[in-house]
C-alpha cells in the first residue's frame, strides 16, 4: 500500500490565489522584480522599471522647421506685397535647411519658396514674419529633467524613440520572470516522434512556454519526468538550482495512482492548494518549496492552458509591475446559442465561437472536453459562468473575454448544418481572397441548420437532405422549416456519399443488406446522412434494430471515419474524401446535392463566400477532390 495522500480540496478560486500571494508577502516576492538594462534595440514589450526622466533636450537647440533663410524677424516688419523688402545673405539672412541650428541674431525662418533673388547676394520678400516662426525651439518635444515614461508601462516602438530622443541608449526594465517546466508522465513522447498506442504527444509545455513568453516572462523546459516521486523530487532540486522565480510541473496534478506532485511539495516544502473550483482545471496544486512557488498544471490541454490565463500570466503581470488585470483580454457580452449546465460549486470556464448574425452577438459553445486542444484553437473567446449558478439557458446573456479583436468577430460568416470536409477548403479560399473575413462552421446536422436559421443564429445552413415522398434533396424540407422566411437556395457541389469500411474490405460489405452483421458507426439525428440511411433501409426493409452500433453517433463524416479506421465500427456513411482520409475503403451508394441556404438579411454579408463559389480557380479545385462534382457549384436553385 502507498503511504500518498488522495485528497482535492474545492478552493475559490481567489482563495486559491490569495494563498499564494499571501506566502509569497511573507518571504518578500510579492513586489515587482528588479530592473535591468537593456539595450533600446531589445526593449520593446519589456516593462519600465523605474521613471525615465529626459537626459537631454530635445530638440537640445533652437532648429530650422523648414528649408530657407534664417533672419531676425525685426528685420522683416516692412515687408508688404506692395513693397518688398530685400535682405542681405550673410549678414541678414543665412541658408539653412530642415534641422539645422539657427545661426546668432536670428529668430524666424522664411521659407525658401516664399523668396525671390533678384541676385546672388540678396533676397527678396513680401511679406513680414514673426519670431519664432518654422522654428523648432530648444526642448519643445522633451526638456532636460521632464518625465517621459514613468515606471510600470510597456515600451512600444514609439517609446523607444522618444527614450532614444532624449538622451537614453538602454533602458531599465523588470527582469524578465524566470519559469522552469517540468513535463511529467511516462505516456510522453517529443513532438518529433511518432506516438504509438497508449503515447502522447508532450506539448503542454510548448503552450504554457509560449503563454510565459507572451506575459513577458522566459520559460525553460526540462526533460520529460517519469511517473515516479523519486525522480519527481530529483528535478524539482534540478530546477530549484536554476533560481527560477516559478516552476510548473506539468500532469500528476490530480489523485490518481501516477499522480506525485502533490506529495513531492508536500516533502519538499509546504503544500497551498491542491484543487481549485473552477472546470476546466480543477486538480490544480500551489506550493512553495524552498522560496520558490510550484504550481502544478492538470495534464488535459484545455485546462493545462485556462490554468496558464487563470493563474500564471496574472502571477507574472505583477511580478513585471503591472495589475494582474494586465493579463485580461477585452470583455463582451454575447447571447448564448444552447443551454449549458455547470457544476453549481465551480467557476465554469466554456470556450465559445462567436459571430455577429443581425444585431446579436451570439455565443456557440465548443467541444468542452479538457483533452480538446481544437476547441483552444477554434475559439473566439472564453466565457465565464459563475459559481453557484447551474449554468445558463439557450438565449442568455453572458460574459466573454476576447480571444479576437471584436472587428474581425463581426466579418466572420457563421455556417450551421451539415459537416462537409470541403468547407475547410472554401474558408481557406475566403482567407486568402478577403484578408478580413474568415468562415467558421458548426456541425450540428442539416436539420440543425434550418432550425439555426429559424432562429437567426447563423448566417447560413448546409443542408443535404432527401425527401423520401418526392426523391429531391432539399427544398421541400426548405419549404416547411422556413417556410416565413425569404432565402436563397446555392449549390455548393454534387458529392459522392458512400460505406467506409476498412481497408481492404475484410467482411465483404457491398451493399445495405449488409450493414446487420456488422458494427456500425451512425451520425446523429437531423443530419442529412442518417436520413438517408433510414431511407435507404426502409426501401430495403430492413429494421434499424438490427443493426449493431445504430445508436452509436458523430457528428461529422470525418468523426465517423476515425471510428471505422480505429476498429471502433466496421462500416459507416459517409463522404469519399472522409474514406480517402482515414485509408478507408469505400463502396459508392449515389450522389447528392450539397446547398448552401441563406437568408435574405445575410445576403450582403455572405457574398465573399458567393463570390468564392463563382470564382473559377475554387470551382476547379474542388473538382479536383474525389467525390465532388462542380457542374451546379455557385448556381442559385431557388428563392423561396
Same mark, same amino acid.
Given at each position: 500500500?502507498?503511504?500518498? %495522500?488522495?485528497?482535492? =480540496?474545492?478552493?475559490?478560486? =481567489? ?14 516576492? +510579492? ?20 521613471? %525615465? ?32 523688402? @530685400?535682405?542681405?545673405?550673410?549678414? $541678414? ?20 519658396? +516664399? ?23 530648444? &526642448? ?37 520572470? !524566470? ?13 518529433? $516522434? ?9 506539448? /503542454? ?8 513568453? $507572451? ?18 523530487? #530529483? ?34 516544502? *509546504?503544500?497551498?492548494?491542491? &484543487?481549485?473550483?473552477?472546470?476546466? &482545471? ?11 512557488? #510550484? ?25 513585471? &509591475? ?8 477585452? *470583455?463582451? @457580452? ?16 466554456? !470556450?465559445?465561437?462567436?459571430? $455577429? ?41 453572458? =460574459? ?23 468547407? +475547410?477548403?472554401?474558408?481557406?479560399? #475566403? ?11 458548426? /456541425? ?29 434533396? /432539399? ?46 458507426? /451512425? ?19 430492413? +429494421? ?6 445504430? =445508436? ?61 463559389? !463563382?470564382?473559377?480557380?475554387? @470551382? ?21
Amino acid at each position: 500500500m502507498s503511504d500518498r %495522500h488522495f485528497y482535492l =480540496e474545492d478552493i475559490p478560486l =481567489e482563495e486559491a490565489t490569495g494563498r499564494l500571494w499571501e506566502a509569497l508577502r511573507k518571504i518578500g516576492k +510579492d513586489q515587482p522584480l528588479a530592473g535591468e538594462a537593456v539595450p533600446l534595440a531589445a526593449a520593446l514589450g519589456r516593462v519600465t522599471a523605474e521613471g %525615465h526622466f529626459a537626459q537631454r533636450s530635445s530638440p537640445h537647440y533652437h532648429a530650422a522647421a523648414m528649408d530657407g533663410y534664417a533672419v531676425r524677424s525685426a528685420d522683416t516688419n516692412e515687408a508688404t506685397e506692395t513693397r518688398p523688402l @530685400q535682405l542681405r545673405l550673410q549678414s $541678414q539672412a543665412y541658408p539653412v535647411n530642415t534641422g539645422d541650428p539657427l545661426p546668432p541674431t536670428t529668430d524666424a525662418v522664411i521659407m525658401i519658396e +516664399d523668396v525671390q533673388h533678384p541676385d546672388s547676394e540678396t533676397i527678396e520678400i513680401r511679406a513680414a514674419i514673426t519670431p519664432r516662426q518654422h522654428v523648432r525651439l530648444m &526642448g519643445e518635444d522633451m526638456v532636460t529633467t521632464e518625465l517621459v515614461l514613468p515606471s510600470n508601462h510597456v515600451l512600444r516602438p514609439v517609446d523607444l524613440g522618444a527614450l532614444a530622443g532624449c538622451g537614453y541608449a538602454v533602458a531599465t526594465v523588470r527582469r524578465r520572470p !524566470r519559469v522552469i517546466i517540468i513535463p511529467t508522465g511516462n505516456e510522453l513522447v517529443l513532438p518529433d $516522434q511518432a506516438p504509438e498506442a497508449g503515447q502522447i504527444t508532450e506539448y /503542454n509545455s510548448l503552450v504554457l512556454g509560449a503563454q510565459i513568453q $507572451q506575459a513577458g516572462g522566459v520559460a525553460r523546459v526540462m526533460d520529460i519526468v517519469a511517473d515516479d516521486l523519486a525522480q519527481l523530487r #530529483i528535478a524539482i532540486e534540478a530546477a530549484l538550482e536554476g533560481v527560477p522565480d516559478l516552476i510548473l510541473v506539468l500532469s500528476g496534478s490530480s489523485a490518481g495512482s501516477r499522480d506525485f506532485t502533490a506529495n513531492a511539495i508536500q516533502e519538499m516544502g *509546504r503544500l497551498l492548494v491542491h &484543487g481549485v473550483a473552477v472546470r476546466p &482545471g480543477h486538480p490544480v496544486i500551489m506550493g512553495m518549496v524552498q522560496t520558490i512557488p #510550484i504550481i502544478g498544471v492538470p495534464g488535459y490541454p484545455v485546462s493545462a492552458a485556462l490554468t496558464g490565463e487563470l493563474l500564471i500570466e496574472p502571477l507574472l503581470a505583477r511580478w513585471l &509591475g503591472l495589475s494582474a488585470d494586465y493579463a485580461t483580454k477585452p *470583455r463582451t @457580452q454575447a447571447i448564448m446559442t444552447r443551454k449549458l449546465t455547470s457544476p453549481i460549486g465551480d467557476d465554469d470556464f466554456v !470556450r465559445v465561437t462567436l459571430a $455577429q448574425v443581425g444585431e446579436r452577438l451570439l455565443a456557440a459553445p465548443l467541444n468542452r472536453g479538457a483533452g480538446i486542444i481544437t476547441s483552444l484553437v477554434r475559439a473566439d473567446g472564453l466565457a465565464h459562468i459563475p459559481r453557484f449558478s447551474e449554468g445558463v439557458d439557450m438565449g442568455q446573456v453572458v =460574459e466573454v473575454q476576447l480571444y479576437h479583436p471584436l472587428a474581425l468577430i463581426q466579418q466572420t460568416i457563421l455556417a450551421m448544418g451539415s459537416h462537409d470536409p470541403m468547407l +475547410d477548403l472554401l474558408g481557406q479560399f #475566403i482567407a486568402n481572397t478577403y484578408p478580413t473575413r474568415r468562415l467558421t462552421s458548426a /456541425n450540428v446536422g442539416s436539420m440543425g441548420g434550418l432550425v439555426a436559421l429559424r432562429r437567426h443564429e447563423a448566417h447560413l445552413a448546409g443542408i443535404h437532405l432527401l425527401d423520401p415522398n418526392t426523391g429531391t434533396y /432539399n427544398l421541400p424540407y426548405i419549404r416547411q422549416h422556413l417556410k416565413d422566411e425569404t432565402v436563397t437556395v446555392v449549390t455548393f457541389a454534387h458529392r459522392e456519399q458512400g460505406l467506409m469500411v476498412t481497408a481492404g474490405n475484410p467482411l465483404g460489405v457491398r451493399s445495405w443488406d449488409d450493414l446487420p452483421r456488422c458494427r456500425y458507426v /451512425n451520425r446523429q439525428r437531423g443530419a442529412g446522412t442518417r436520413l438517408l440511411l433510414d431511407y435507404e433501409l426502409e426501401q430495403h426493409g430492413i +429494421d434499424s434494430n438490427s443493426i449493431q452500433g445504430y =445508436e452509436h453517433e458523430e457528428y461529422t463524416h470525418l468523426a465517423v471515419a476515425a471510428a471505422v479506421a480505429s476498429g471502433v465500427a466496421d462500416v459507416g456513411l459517409g463522404v469519399r474524401s472522409a474514406a480517402l482520409a482515414m485509408r478507408l475503403d469505400f463502396i459508392s451508394v449515389g450522389w447528392e446535392r450539397y446547398d448552401l441556404v441563406i437568408p435574405e438579411p445575410h445576403l450582403a454579408h455572405v457574398e465573399p463566400l458567393l463570390a468564392v463559389l !463563382r470564382n473559377a480557380t475554387f @470551382q476547379q479545385t474542388l473538382a479536383a477532390q474525389p467525390g465532388y462534382d462542380t457542374r451546379e457549384t455557385g448556381q442559385f436553385i431557388a428563392v423561396t
